[in-house]
Each structure stands twice: as C-alpha cells, then as structure tokens.
C-alpha cells in the first residue's frame, strides 16, 4: 500500500515550499515532491528561483555592483584603488555558495515542520476512492497518495524559434548566471526583467552589452515616465538598447553567434557576439505532469487552468505560481501557496493581485505597485500625480546616487493611493511602504503626514505624496 497523506505538494519551488510548510503548520500530513539536482546530485530545493533564478541573479548582481563602484566611484570617495583584478571563477563560486545556503535552509524548515520530501519528478497516475495516486520518479521509483493535491510545476525558459538553447553560446537565465569569463561582446534579445538584470551584470564587469526589443517601446509594462528616466541611465551606461527590432536568422559556431535583424527603420542588421541571452518570457513546466491521467484542464499555452481561489476542474487539486494565470513572481507564488493551504484548512485566504509589487533589480533599480498612469488614462480614472527626484534627497546625494524619482498616483476625488513607480537606489526595499499603504487603502495624504527618518531615501517618497496636493517641502 503507498503512503498517504493529506496534501501532496509537486514542486519545490517558492509557491510550492511553502504551501507545504504552510500545510504543515496547519496540521496536515504533508509531502513535496521536487526534482531539482545540485552539482552532486542531491537535492536543491528552491525551485528555478533560489537555483537559477531570483537568488543567483542578485548575488551576481552585488559581485558586479561591488567592481563598479571599486572601478568607477572609489575614487571620489578618496579611496584610491591599485591593480584591481577580476576573478570570475571566485564570484561565480560566491554565487553557488548563496544558492547553496538557500536550498539547504529549505531542507531544515521540511525537517522543522516535518514535511516528507521525495526528491524526483512527480506526475499523476490514477485518481480512485477520493484520493490521487502521485508517481515519484527518482532514485527509485514509488508512488505516494493524497487527498489534496498542489501543483507548483513552475515556469521554464521560452525558446526563440530555430535557435534552441545550448548554454554555451545560446543561453537561457540558466547558461546567462555560468558564463566563465566576461565576454567582450554580449547580446540580448528581449530587454524583460531577466535580460536587464543580467546584461547589467556583465556590462558592469566590462562586456559591450547590445538589447534587441521587439516591441517598441521600453519596458512597455512600466509607467512611462519612469521607463524613460530608467533608459536614461542605461543609455549613459553605455548599455544599447534597440527597440521596435524583428529578428531574423541567429547562427552559432565557434566563434560566436551571429544574428541579423531588421531594426525600426526596416533596414537589415547584422549583431555580431560571443554570447547570446535569449530573454523572452517563460513558459509554464506542465511537461511530464500526466495531467490526462486524471483528466487535469490545461488552457491552450500548456497552463494548468485555476479560478480566483486557485482551484483546478479536478476537486482537491490545486495549482499555485508560475504554472497558473498572473504575474511570473516568486512572491506572487508564495502567496497563492499560503492562500491554498489556508483554504485547504477552511480558511479564508487571499491574495491581492493589485498590490503585488514588481521589482527589476537593474543600476537603478526599477519597482512598482498599482496601475500606471498609461492605464488609468485608459480606464478614464481621474488622477493626480506627484513626483519627487532622488538628486533632491539628502541621503542619495550623500550615497552618491541621484538618478531616478519616486512618482505617485491618487484618485482625483478621494485621493486613494492607485498605484507608486520608483526608479533609483533601492527601489526594491522603498516599494514596501507603499504596498502596505495600498492594501490598507491609504490616501497619499496619509503618506504625506507619517514622518520618515531623516535622512532617508523614504522621505522621497513622502515628498512624492506631498506632491500630488502640489506642495513639496524640497524641491
């Protein structure tokens, strides 16, 4: 007979962990299946975030901020740098060491709150007498039964059409986060989060880094204001950004890689590169999941298909981040995972898709909470706006990073916050405040009265607010 158990969670990644811990927490009898193997072949939980994701990008990231600052901004600190040498070798092990610490930090909360973990690919197999039979292919192959079920599949990288990943010249988030040495010229197609976050990696540690969009405008999904404040500074960067781009025919050989596109004008390019970072979105990881086993709904992009409360067309099964409809968040994963197991429990749990916050972790960072004023325009909302600009906030000029704004949005008549944009130091950290005041549905009045520190890189934001009633005490 298989072992049983009241939820069954399939993945290992930030939805899927911790709906198992939440589960567990709540009293269930819990086990999470996930195949994700480390250089030795045991396991690594965490998912495409902690492995290849959100955890190893950052940790890049820093490495590469660190060689910035010491090659460009030292000295104007008065510290005067000698012979200042790159070891790619040591950062990359820095970085493995991050993920490391992560995946092993998962294995201790299973152990804390006894979740059964079975390292393997789990797929359904058969659905009788109220329960579903889960086949767990690993080291050996058994199968577990539950009466729940949480799918958490993830999401993988798309592929760009007849230039298949190989993650030596052709690369996915996966080869971008392993490449050995800096290479002198580097192209990206797609300027998404991924592909900004790691071009800004390797353009800081001195590659010649060239963005093919397509679409063509920047960061389509941003407020406006702000994508052209972040382009700005990417352009003084030196990082080139094509917009409005069709790519054509993309050839590899030992060389490099060559790809030909035709650019806004229509006329014919030719990008010449050692690597390639293909950066066009991700696709959801339903491949191997047997859902025809039971007769699990999938929509036409290969998505497991949910309601409002993450509820697949099978009873007691769910399904949580990237593999269902919403944003592509490791948070917006976790909180679908909490929401599911607390509804397993007969709860009432929730998750707010309008207060998400977005987070591109680029030099400056880019955050966001709420619509954008392109999308309330739209809506026909009446709006006010009010901005207020880092090269006015004490603390950004005592960091030495002005670049960027902080730009509010409240309604017209009651002055209810509809959304914050942020472009400039730690944006990612400054967008907390605000998706608190959203989910408490705070007015920018209430914003504007709360005293901040000073000095802060938050008084931007309450300047940002004082902005909206058109009286901005700095600037």
Known sequence: MSKQFDVIVIGGGP????????????????ACIDEWKNAKGGPALGGTCTN???????????????????????????????????????????????????NDGIVYL??????????????????????????????????????????????????????????ENILSNDGALRIAAV???????????????MGSVWRRLGAEVTVLEGLPTFLGAVDQQIAKEAKKAFDKQGLKIALGVKVGEVKSSKKGVTVAYTDAKGEAQTLDVDKLIISIGRVANTEGLNPEAVGLKLDERGAV??????????????????????????????????????????????????????????????AWV????????????????????????????????TTGMVKMLADAATDEI???????????????????AMEFRASSEDIARICHAHPSLSEATKEAALAVDKRTLNF
């Open 15 to 30: 939805g899927g962990y911790i709906a198992a811990i939440r589960a567990a927490q709540l009293g269930f009898n819990v």
């Open 52 to 102: 290849v994701g959100c955890i190893p990008s950052k940790a890049l990231l820093q490495s590469s901020e660190h060689f910035d600052h010491a090659s460009h901004h030292f000295a104007e600190h008065g510290i005067a740098v000698k012979g200042l040498e790159l070891d790619v070798a040591k950062m990359l092990a820095r970085k493995d060491n991050v993920v490391k610490q992560n």
């Open 110 to 167: 299973f152990k804390k709150n006894k979740v059964t973990f079975f390292h393997g690919r789990g797929s359904f197999a058969a659905a009788k007498d109220g329960l579903y039979d889960i086949k767990v292919a690993g080291a050996a192959e058994e199968t577990i039964s539950g009466k729940h079920v949480i799918v958490a599949t993830g999401s993988s990288a798309r592929a760009l059409p007849g230039a298949p990943f190989d993650e």
């Open 183 to 197: 290479p002198k010229k580097l192209g990206l197609i797609g300027s998404g989060v991924i592909g900004l976050e």
């Open 305 to 366: 298909v949910v309601d409002d409360e993450c509820k697949t067309n099978l009873p007691h099964v769910w399904a949580v981040g990237d593999v269902v409809r919403g944003p592509m968040l490791a948070h917006k994963a976790e909180e679908e995972g909490v929401a599911v197991a607390e509804r397993i429990a007969g709860q009432h749990g929730h998750v707010n898709f309008n207060t998400i916050p977005w987070v591109i972790y680029t030099n400056p960072e880019i």
């Open 370 to 401: 709420g619509q954008t004023e392109e999308q309330l325009k739209a809506a026909g909302r009446a709006y006010k706006a009010g901005t207020f600009p880092f090269m006015a906030n004490g603390r950004a000029r005592a960091l030495g990073d």
């Open 418 to 436: 509809l959304g914050v944009h942020i472009v400039g130091p730690m944006a990612s950290e400054l967008i907390a405040e605000c998706v608190v």
